[in-house]
């Protein structure tokens, strides 16, 4: 069969663009350029001149040097939204033709909580698709970051198209206890660079199944915005099964158990010209054993010319729990959300009102259920205002299994620090849908 | 038969490595000659999780069986588990050319051939395929079908298949101690043979062995196996659930659950304590008796439903006769064999290997029980592949002079 010239359609032409912005973006960043050189335009910004001097990244941009005199925004959103009004040009002149802006945020600081949502909203009215990667403090950086983060996230999902959310707390687990603080740092960051160059490499390559941006949407549109993701590689004979196995074993998936409750998951599958239909069935099938029936499975495939290169299997997902560890706690500063806002000022009021069934008010949005940490918070607030606002598509319909998160949630959290004592790191055995491994007397306890 | 064979079998478990050096006499005589034990680290659920460590535990076993038995080992059979192993009943059909109306040895290969071709996972690969019925053009109940009149053989099988690499671990860590292996069983099929007997098989019998990480179970009815499977729960799922529900060290629970525990509930004094001793000797934590039982209970109840509702799926009950014998570990449980009872309706016996000679401690012993089975599986193997041949022979022989008239 002769090969017939795409249409090309003018915006994949032209070129991805990841920015790093405040410290945590610009390392990472770094990371990227050096582990995958040539991925993408890289641009490093920062209202911080000193980090920006070290940076490998091609390009860079001082943030506000004005209004920080290059000496960061210490902390504070305020500063970081200020200096980026203040480079408001400089960061059009970064976005524009770009057919994907993939930005890289470390949220909870200044620099990047406060001027990350600028950058979106510049990239998203330069047409390009935006899509930011955040991570969320860890929940011993304190309960003000945990709240700059989470208010930052908010705006951020207004203006990008899609907001993924790697939660620091479970990035933790990505590295042994005794490990040195660095090489935790670099295991996080390594993950995150894996997940954009196979975003970037989803979206780009070259197959018989390419995965569209409205695929890609409808994962990350769908349920909570924390990510749920997995990449492995594999070589040899049983290339797609090793791959599928280290993409399920990641740390970000639970040894696959996250997927349990994903409602839209695409697994991209990569490799050389010798990729075989069989062994994408076969990395399909494992996948799927892992995810509810009725959940929207993409699969995408791309192919490389490189004979050597070996199968990678990306699984990204989006699940229906919010996080477990990051605190939504009150904002200090009032929402922009005025129905809300003054109902639920005092704290106790409530954190009494969301014990009780929904008000119509508080209703809880399909689309961000309220994360089991919330219940126990001491001042709890309704989920910020983020889907409510225009411009962002209608929510689809709740299924009937996530009425109640918040009730299903409570009764499970008790057990599960120490529910599988030896078998933690064991193969699960599974049996008519229970995990056999959970002591049964704690399995039966909830039925009777 | 007239040689005396010496067998060496081994089951690398989940709480410990069992070798047993035994001397295949005549007939169906078998005689221990000696046996190694050592406790084992590095598999969890029947598999290995770390090939090294395992290794040294198997040569433990092995160089314990060796010096109490005076033999030097070479030739090895092990018994393999895990959750991966599957099975399944299979029917495979040839017909007979019709210039020749005799079955024949070929024909017997042909239709065990025959009923392998079936979708197993690429991975897989075929561990037993059991013999259960012959049909010749549709006569039931055929045993040997050799030299019988047919057009049309039938046959079925039970298929046991498990994947391959997994099942290879199990057999690398006794080739690193330079052992050569002889044979592959599953648990379920060496237990069986170690605590069967054919009149049992023929009554029908559930064989379950619950070991420390894995239960295995396998049905006879009508003197042939019907089903086999593996539960990857097994002992060390009670203690981790005591470590668990008591908020004791895993060690501790292990000891709790041999000295005190029991699978009945209901049967002790209300408020009965139990003091936990510390190590200096002090008493340390009181824990309830009831508690403790309740936990077992809980769990010995739900491996005993697990594994009667998919026998109960093919196999009546009234074809079970001899009822359900209980062997591994975990079935010295005080009180497992009423939880079995009160699930599976049936009589339930704690076997013993019957028809072997050799010390008397080992045989009572339900943990040597694989081991002895891998033992009686091999020389049953070795019993039918002579036999055969010999019958063969001379059937061959008389065909021989029927065909020259």
């Keep these: ?75 504070d959103p305020e500063v970081g939204f200020e200096a980026a009004q203040e480079s408001l040009e400089e960061i059009r002149f970064a976005v524009e033709a770009s057919s994907t802006v993939i930005l890289l945020v470390g949220l909870g600081g200044g620099t990047g909580s406060g001027a990350a949502p600028v950058v979106a909203e510049a990239a998203k009215e330069a047409g390009a698709f935006v899509l930011a990667l955040v991570t969320t403090p860890f929940s011993f950086e304190g309960r003000r970051r945990a709240a700059q983060a989470a208010e930052a996230e908010a705006a951020l999902q207004r203006h990008a198209h899609a907001v993924i959310r790697f939660e620091n707390d479970r990035m933790a687990d990505l590295s042994s206890p005794r490990e040195g603080i660095s090489e935790t740092f670099e295991a996080a960051d390594r993950l995150l660079s894996e997940c954009v160059a196979s975003f970037l490499e989803m979206l780009n390559g070259d197959g018989p199944m390419p995965v569209t941006i409205g695929n890609l949407l409808s994962v990350l549109r769908e349920g909570s915005p924390s990510a749920l993701f997995g990449r492995g590689e594999g070589q040899g ?44 069935a076969a990395i399909m099938r494992e996948t799927s054993k892992h995810v509810p029936d009725d959940a929207h499975l993409f699969l995408s495939v791309s192919v490389t010319k490189t004979a050597s290169s070996p199968v990678t299997v990306t699984v990204f997902g989006n699940h229906e729990g919010g996080p477990p560890s990051t605190p939504q706690t009150r904002v200090a500063r009032p929402t922009p959300e005025p129905k809300a806002a003054p109902e639920f000022t005092p704290a106790k009021v409530a954190k009494k009102e969301v ?18 940490g919330r219940l126990f918070a001491d001042d709890t607030e309704p989920t910020p205002p983020i889907l409510s606002q225009p411009g962002v598509p209608a929510t689809p319909p709740a299924t009937p299994k996530k009425t109640n998160p918040a ?19 064991s193969e699960p055995t599974i049996v008519e849908g229970e995990d056999l491994d959970v002591p049964t007397f704690l399995r039966a306890r909830p039925k009777t | 038969m007239a040689r005396n064979d010496i067998l060496v079998g081994v089951e690398v478990g989940t709480s410990k490595v069992c070798a047993v050096v035994a001397e295949s006499g005549r007939d169906t005589e078998l005689r221990i000659l000696g046996v190694g034990m050592a406790p084992s680290r590095g598999v969890r659920k029947g598999e290995i999780v770390d090939l090294a460590i395992a290794t040294e535990c198997v040569h433990d076993a092995l160089s314990e069986a060796e010096s109490n038995s005076d033999v030097g080992i070479e030739d090895v059979s092990v018994a393999v588990t895990g959750s991966h192993i599957a099975s399944f009943n299979s029917r495979g ?39 259960q019925h012959y049909y010749v053009d549709g006569q039931e109940g055929v045993i040997n079908p050799v030299g019988l009149v047919g057009r049309r053989l039938e046959a079925d099988f ?39 007997n054919d009149h049992q098989r023929e009554l029908g019998a559930v064989v379950i062995d619950i070991g420390g990480g894995v239960s295995d179970f396998i049905v006879f009815a009508d003197g042939v196996v019907k089903q086999s499977g593996v539960l990857a729960v097994g002992g060390d799922h009670v203690s981790n659930d005591i470590s668990l529900g008591l908020r004791i060290p895993l060690t501790r629970a292990e000891k709790l659950k041999v000295d005190e525990g029991s699978a009945l509930i209901g049967k002790s004094v209300p408020g009965e304590m139990i003091s936990l001793k510390n190590d200096a000797g002090f008493s340390g934590k009181e824990i309830e008796r009831e508690m403790l039982n309740t936990i077992m209970h809980a769990r010995v109840l739900e491996i005993f439903t697990l594994i ?98």
């Design chain 1, 237 to 280: 004979d049983n290339r797609a099964h090793e791959a599928v196995e280290r993409a399920l074993k990641s740390p970000l998936l639970d040894r696959g158990r996250m997927l349990d409750d994903a409602h839209a998951v695409i697994v991209h599958v990569g490799g050389p010209p010798t990729l075989s239909f069989s062994e994408t």
């Design chain 2, 308 to 405: 009667q509702k998919q026998v109960a799926a093919e196999t009546p009950s009234h074809k079970l006769g001899a009822g359900v014998y209980l062997t591994g570990g975990c079935s010295l449980m005080k009180g497992i064999r009423e939880v079995a009872e009160s699930i599976f309706e049936m009589p339930v016996h704690l076997a013993r290997d019957a028809g072997v000679s050799g010390p008397k401690s080992i045989l009572n012993n339900p943990q040597y029980s694989t081991a002895i089975g891998v033992v009686r599986f091999v020389q049953a193997r070795m019993a039918e592949e002579e036999e055969p041949t010999l019958l063969g022979s001379i059937l061959g022989r008389i065909g021989g002079i029927f065909s020259r008239r």
């Design chain 1, 355 to 372: 014990q009780q069934s929904p008000t119509p008010d508080q209703k809880p949005d399909p689309l961000r259920p309220s994360p089991p």
């Design chain 1, 1 to 75: 069969m002769l090969p017939y010239p795409k249409n090309e359609i003018p915006r994949a032409s032209l070129p991805a663009r990841i920015i790093g912005i405040g410290n945590a973006g610009v390392q990472l960043a770094d990371r990227l350029v050096m582990n995958s050189p040539g991925l993408a335009e890289v641009v490093a910004m920062n209202s911080d001149a000193q980090s920006l001097t070290s940076t490998v990244a091609p390009r860079k941009s001082n943030l506000g040097p004005r209004a920080t005199r290059g000496l960061g925004a210490g902390g």
């Design chain 2, 93 to 131: 059909a040839v017909a007979i050319p019709s210039e020749r109306l005799e079955i024949d040895e070929d024909d017997l290969n042909e239709v065990a051939i025959k009923a392998r071709e079936v979708n197993i996972p690429t991975e897989n690969t075929f561990l037993h395929s059991i013999i």
């Design chain 2, 158 to 196: 039970h298929i046991i298949h498990g994947v391959k690499t997994r099942l290879q671990n199990t057999l690398r860590c006794i080739e690193e101690n330079g052992m050569q292996i002889d044979q592959v069983v599953t648990n379920a099929l060496a237990s069986s043979h170690a605590v069967l």
């Design chain 1, 407 to 425: 009730k299903v949630r409570q009764e499970t959290l008790q057990f599960e620090p120490a529910a599988r004592g030896r078998f933690e790191k």
